[in-house]
């Protein structure tokens, strides 16, 4: 397990006047954690870290969240937030190893993810105890909402369809939309978890995403490399207006939706589904300690939607 990293152009002191940003890919998941800083102050936020899992065993690792923790402090950066895009349902969430290492960062995630804790809450029959007001984390974020992190300004812009609970982030000239928006040869995001919807996914990135300046810089959360490809990860919105191969800007909604959902019922459930989404709408902490000392993640058995 662990990070592969991309080193080209993404050196802290390239790109000033607009946000560096740093990928780490984890191929076992393909996931995309983003490091985002300002050049001069320093100032970084970090974007969808990974806790490293692997269900032969049931063996959990923070090697990838190290590596992250690693280059920051090469860096020397300061780490004011956390961000979230979504509730992940392909990894675990690296945030609280990391949160241990920077104390002072922030958990933020949008605010309906208490609209997914509340499915899922009864789904792993967690209980009435199990709160479902977004407490687990530091921040909820509203659509529209800016956060300040020293330098940084980051807006959340609401791209449900994925979730209802989906964020996009744009700090400077980049976006970063999670599993909202994909590399322009591989398309968009599935619609078929529980409250997604392929008509907000629609709605989302041609109303919100495609409506950015055509120069804006998109990151997306994974990129599964087609046809063997090599990792790719940055894209621009007038690149993916024009070439996405699942939603180009002149694609209609009805035909969009169409696909989507006919794509959506050939997939398969994701790998860890079940062990990412219970750990990762607790704010990415893991189960508590049992009487006898131990941690158990719960499994639901012969789900036909799963």
Do not use: W
Not at 24 to 34: E, G, I, R, S, V
Not at 41 to 51: F, G, N
């Amino acid at each position: 397990m662990g990070y592969g990293m991309k080193t080209d152009a993404e050196n802290l002191t390239l790109k000033t006047g607009r946000p560096a940003v740093r990928a780490f890919f984890d191929p076992a998941t393909f996931t995309l954690t983003y490091v985002v800083a300002d050049p001069t102050t320093r100032d970084a936020v970090i974007i969808d870290p990974v806790l490293d899992y692997e269900p032969v065993g049931s063996r959990i690792s923070e090697a990838s969240a190290e590596t992250v923790a690693g280059y920051v402090r090469a860096e020397g950066l300061r780490v004011h937030y956390l961000l979230e895009t979504h509730a992940h349902a392909d990894h675990l969430s690296g945030s609280p190893a990391l949160q241990r290492r920077f104390p002072d960062a922030q958990v933020v995630i949008g605010e309906r993810i208490r609209e997914v804790q509340a499915v899922f809450r009864d789904f792993f029959d967690l209980g009435a105890g199990f709160p479902i007001d977004g407490r687990q984390f530091d921040r909820l974020m509203r659509d529209g909402e800016t956060l300040t992190a020293g330098a940084l300004s980051i807006e959340a812009i609401a791209t449900p369809g994925h979730t209802p609970a989906c964020m996009s982030y744009r700090i400077g000239d980049a976006l970063f939309t999670g599993d909202a928006l994909f590399m322009p040869d591989y398309g968009a995001g599935r619609c078929d978890f529980p409250r997604g919807s392929a008509e907000d996914l629609y709605d989302s990135i041609t109303g919100r995403i495609y409506a950015l300046p055509y120069d804006t810089r998109v990151f997306v959360g994974h990129d599964y490399q087609p046809n063997g490809r090599e990792l790719r990860y940055e894209t621009t919105v007038g690149e993916s207006r024009r070439s996405n191969v699942q939603i180009p800007a002149e694609r209609s909604r009805s035909d969009f939706v169409a696909f989507r959902k006919r794509r959506d019922a050939e997939l398969a459930a994701p790998r860890l589904l079940y062990p990412s989404v219970q750990v990762n709408i607790n704010g990415g902490r893991l189960p508590a300690p049992a009487a006898n000392g131990k941690s158990y993640l719960k499994i639901p058995l012969n789900q036909p939607d799963a």
